[in-house]
């Protein structure tokens, strides 16, 4: 009798022949973009995608082309804060999906742009009867279609505004082998240190290079006066780097006028520059700028 | 997976149409040795249906479902915009009024190739130009699994 290995083919799926193509196409549109960068932090809540929105900002300001694509499958704000608004209707051609324009023409893919209403919520079946099982099946398919069906074009940098917590980073690691690397981000609150930590963890355990830490919200800014105060009691967040054996990137003062400008869709950092906030933010970049440059020599 | 005909000792080869399922709990595909033409049935359950369809591939080969951008995506969202559903049926052979046209989109991505060649092929048969929810119904009766 024959064996698995005497039978050719599968039968006529050609599965294996269909994942490689997936993969090509992938692999086609991601050869296009520069150097890849995630934005992440164990912890919810602490400002990764307005950060990411406002380095991609810096960015563009500079003058590279800057995309953003929004992994945060289930809590998609990245369109929102770059002024894409819902209701835009998709440009579909036989060869992918075209990325939303955003404010300094930052390309962008979200779920919130595939959604009809600003309210639908991210549902893969009708009804009650999605397990667990199947919506995590179905959003490792939704990010690659995202990474690879968008027409990014060429990019210098392509940001991933990464969802709360660190599991979406096997995904990230399977889909874009050759990240240049994550920017980890925590508030200078004890329990936020306590979960990025977590993180940072995990991804040198997995080999996932660490561009370095950001202590986002690190000081109020008076909007009037630009003095700066205390938000949160915690660790010094230097310190924590030091003990993981990462850089520090900065700290970043927290500024009221950042959700003023998410909700009309201006970039905070291209109006407010020389803010304290605005200044943080370049500096980070620099930062960022600089562990590309010396990993790519 | 293959499947070998023990008889013949040849390897059976998968049935392209002749499968309408609405389900996504489970894959039905069917296998038929060319030699004798003896045809059997793969069932799978919801944990193997999920871990196919993680693979984001359509069973029976690529269509035209696969090749949408983001094909998967546009069809699998409860609630998605109406520029993602680019895999709609062909209209150069056959009409499908609307209702069909929602219903074959509510056919799991796995297996959407397979149950459209299916109902057109079925009407194809029996010279039917318009496909509608009546002669959907026709054809789950006749070959749904």
Redesign the interface.
């Known amino acids: 009798m024959k064996t698995y290995e005497d039978l050719a083919t599968d039968g006529g799926s050609n599965i294996i022949g269909q994942v490689v193509t997936q993969r090509e196409k992938l692999r086609g549109r991601l050869d296009q973009i520069k150097h890849k960068i995630a934005l992440l932090s164990g912890k919810g809540g602490v400002g990764k995608s307005s950060l990411t929105a406002n380095v991609a900002a810096c960015l563009a300001l500079q003058g590279h082309k800057v995309g953003i694509l929004d992994a945060d499958l289930n809590g998609p704000s990245i369109a929102k804060l770059l002024g894409v608004p819902n209701e835009e209707k998709l440009k579909v051609e036989a060869d992918g999906v075209h990325p939303g324009e955003g404010a300094l023409g930052i390309r962008i893919m979200s779920m919130d742009m595939l959604l009809p209403t600003a309210d639908a919520p991210v549902m893969w079946t009708e009804g009650k009867e999605a397990t667990a099982v199947w919506v995590s099946t179905m959003e490792c398919t939704a990010l690659r279609e995202l990474l690879a069906d968008t027409i990014w074009g060429e990019l210098d940098y392509l940001l991933i505004d990464m969802p709360p917590g660190s599991d979406r980073m096997d995904n990230i690691r399977d889909l874009v082998p050759e990240l240049a690397g994550v920017v980890e981000i925590t508030i200078p609150s004890n329990m936020s240190q306590h979960i990025v930590t977590k993180s940072i963890t995990k991804n040198s355990n997995l080999g996932v290079p660490i561009i370095g830490l950001v202590e986002n919200m690190a000081t109020y800014v008076c909007p009037h006066c630009n003095e700066e105060g205390d938000l949160f009691q915690g660790e010094d967040t230097k310190a924590l780097a030091e003990k993981k054996g990462i850089k520090f990137l900065g700290s970043i003062p927290f500024d009221t006028r950042i959700s003023g400008n998410t909700r009309s869709g201006k970039m905070f950092f291209a109006e407010h520059q020389e803010s304290p906030t605005g200044k943080a933010i370049s500096g980070v970049v620099d930062k960022i700028l600089e562990f590309i440059e010396s990993n790519s020599k | 997976?293959?499947?070998?005909c023990?008889p013949c000792?040849e390897?059976?080869?998968?049935?392209?149409d002749g499968l309408f399922n609405e389900s996504?709990?489970s894959i039905s595909?069917k296998?038929k040795c060319k030699k004798c033409g003896h045809t059997m049935a793969m069932l799978t359950n919801?944990?193997e249906t999920?871990?196919v369809?993680?693979?984001?591939?359509?069973?029976?080969?690529?269509s035209e479902v696969?090749?949408a951008?983001?094909?998967?995506?546009?069809s699998?969202?409860?609630?998605?915009?109406?520029?993602?559903k680019?895999a709609e049926p062909a209209t150069d052979e056959v009409e499908w009024t609307q209702g069909a046209k929602d219903r074959i989109a509510k056919v799991p991505f796995f297996v959407r190739g397979m149950a459209k060649k299916t109902v057109i092929n079925f009407a194809r048969e029996r010279g039917i130009k318009v496909i509608d929810e009546t002669l959907m119904d026709e054809v789950r009766e006749k070959v749904g699994m």
């Open positions: 997976m293959k499947f070998l023990v000792d390897q059976m080869e998968t049935q392209k996504n709990r595909l296998f919801r944990f999920e871990f369809s993680k693979l984001g591939v359509e069973m029976g080969g690529k696969s090749n951008p983001m094909g998967m995506v546009g699998s969202l409860a609630q998605g915009k109406e520029e993602l680019q």
